[in-house]
């Protein structure tokens, strides 16, 4: 399963559309707190963050994710609007950051690639 954390509405369900229609599992949430439930929880094959959201940042997600086993190896792929020059992927262990507005074409191939196994 990808967990989605956007929290722009209309994003949020094309994002869900896309995955699904490519024949990927897909759930979505729209602040970083709900984010931390839904993964401890279930843990995802890959998450799909923005970096602006609600409640805690992405950043903060990805922070809180490092101190958990079980998050830890979970891949992350950055979806922003924010210059990739200013971000700090290395540090965060992100396994690809993509510029907003999405391709789909290519989101679909980086999340195929990054996420686990079932």
């Given at each position: 399963m990808i967990l989605v954390v956007e929290d722009h509405d209309d994003l949020?369900?094309?994002?869900?559309?896309?995955l699904?229609?490519?024949?990927?599992?897909?759930?979505?949430?729209?602040?970083?707190?709900?984010a931390?439930?839904?993964?401890?929880?279930?843990?995802?094959?890959?998450v799909l963050l923005d970096l602006m959201i609600p409640k805690k940042s992405g950043w903060e997600v990805r922070r809180e994710?490092?101190?958990?086993?079980?998050?830890?190896?979970?891949?992350?792929?950055?979806?922003t609007g924010i210059l990739v020059r200013d971000l700090k992927i290395?540090?965060?262990?992100?396994?690809?950051?993509m510029p907003k507005p999405l391709n789909g074409?290519?989101?679909?191939?980086?999340?195929?690639?990054?996420m686990l196994p079932e």
């Open positions: 949020r369900r094309m994002l869900l559309s896309l699904e229609r490519s024949g990927l599992k897909a759930e979505s949430v729209a602040d970083g707190e709900a931390m439930q839904a993964m401890h929880l279930v843990p995802p094959q890959l994710m490092l101190k958990h086993s079980r998050l830890r190896r979970v891949p992350v792929i950055i979806a290395d540090e965060m262990k992100v396994a690809q950051v074409e290519d989101l679909i191939g980086a999340v195929r690639r990054h």
